[in-house]
């Protein structure tokens, strides 16, 4: 919530500034009215030179009686900054914990099933205030900032600046998403919120993956959020396959955090035990794979198991597709084995539509929206084994 002060750093349609409206009543009313007013922005729009409120021009946008209750409400002295107050709380002060609790008593419209989940114990704090902060808006990305003119995403430099592109449709995002176990493609559906998109995916996941699902949001947005503000602050667009291994990483160390403490993950332990490599193969290779801008990123980890010893490989090449790329780093995981002159080798690789598919040796479609299967968890594990 906002105290308006000059009113300038308030960006009038997405910032909450009206004291008695929740979040979503608030939206609700602004969407209405903004289409008809292009040209106000911030609160500075709606004021008069002398720091008042314009009550005309607001009757004019809100109507008779609107215009009027909002013409009332008090503003800090012009000369003082807008202040950002958590309003539930006497001491305005913001804490999570308030926040939660706000989010568990709120009777919105919308259920709030999604903030249950996110918040589940089995989810680690941080992600869960990384998801939160995502979904309820809180983070300060452009197009919420009325006095930042250049709207453009840092990541890609294409389109603008809002939280659904930066974490869900920027071709950076998608590359990090596509890459990981769950392999999730655009055209999720879900709508233009990231809460939306979020409740859109947790209906669709097969309940004994949602924990992980969570895990991996929390450290893929917090991954992609930090990748951001490296390139606010330094410039330059951060290396996505070092984005992708810090993800990778954080969100390894939160599964084992999650299988020591709950048993949450023990319907992926048959398929490990499934997914045991014969004692006759020589070589193991993962492949993986991040695709950007027609370029791929590869990544190879080859375990040696005669000496017992592993290495990682990693280069850029020219690839049409996210498909291609992964195609491409199998590929050349197996041509690493072959130069090692060695007679059995197995590999594997999270994509698995491409794997059955090589199985079947039939064409490889690409990923219409989501494929998630506790197939892909086979990957993980070895993963997790090998690096270990
Ligand atoms: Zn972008």
């Known amino acids: 919530m906002t105290l308006v002060g000059s009113g300038i750093s308030v960006d009038i349609w997405h910032q909450p ?38 009550i005309e021009l607001l009757k004019e946008m809100f ?24 309003k539930k709380a006497t001491d305005g002060q913001f804490s999570v914990k308030r926040a939660f609790e706000a989010s568990q008593d709120c009777d ?4 709030n099933s999604v903030w249950k989940k996110v918040w589940s114990s089995k989810i680690h704090h941080r992600h869960s205030v990384m998801l939160w902060r995502a979904s309820s808006g809180s983070l300060p990305t452009k197009d919420r900032l009325s006095f930042v003119m250049d709207k453009t995403c840092l990541l890609c430099g294409g ?31 879900g709508g233009d919120s990231i809460r939306g998109r979020l409740q859109w995916l947790i209906e ?19 991954g992609i959020w930090k990748a951001r503000n490296t390139s ?25 955090i999650m ?14 035990c499934e997914e045991k490599i014969s004692n006759s193969v020589e070589f193991f290779a993962i492949s993986d794979a991040a695709w950007k801008d ?71 479609r690409l990923w219409p929206a989501i494929a998630c299967s506790s197939l892909y968890w086979r990957g993980l594990h070895i993963v997790v084994r090998l690096k270990s």
């Open 17 to 54: 500034w009206i004291p008695w409206l929740e979040f979503e009543e608030f939206r609700c009313l602004m969407d209405r009215v903004r289409s008809s007013f292009p040209n106000v922005k911030s609160i500075a729009d709606v004021s008069l030179d002398n720091g008042s409120w314009n």
């Open 63 to 86: 109507g008779q009686g609107l215009g009027e209750r909002l013409g009332r409400i008090p503003r800090l002295p012009t000369e003082q900054h807008d202040q950002i107050v958590w």
């Open 108 to 111: 919105l419209v919308e259920d």
């Open 159 to 189: 389109e603008e600046e809002t939280a659904v592109h930066i974490f869900w449709e920027c071709p950076f995002a998608r590359a990090l998403w596509f890459s990981s176990q769950f392999a999730i493609f655009g055209g999720a559906g």
């Open 204 to 222: 669709r996941i097969p309940a004994d993956l949602l924990a992980h699902l969570l895990s991996f949001l929390g450290c893929l947005f917090d």
């Open 232 to 256: 606010l602050f330094k410039g330059g667009v951060p290396n996505l396959m070092q984005v992708r291994e810090g993800i990778m990483r954080r969100f390894m160390e939160s599964v084992d």
């Open 259 to 272: 299988e020591r403490d709950v048993d949450v993950a023990a319907s992926f332990r048959p398929a490990v």
């Open 294 to 364: 027609n370029r791929a990123g590869l990544a190879v980890g080859m375990l040696d198991r005669c000496n017992n010893t592993s290495e990682w490989y990693t280069r850029q090449v020219p690839a049409s597709s996210a498909a291609e790329a992964e195609l491409l780093a199998i590929k050349w995981a197996m041509q690493m084995a072959a130069q090692r002159g060695t007679n059995s080798f197995a590999a594997a690789s999270d994509a698995k539509v491409l794997i059955d598919a090589l199985k079947k040796r039939c064409h490889v």
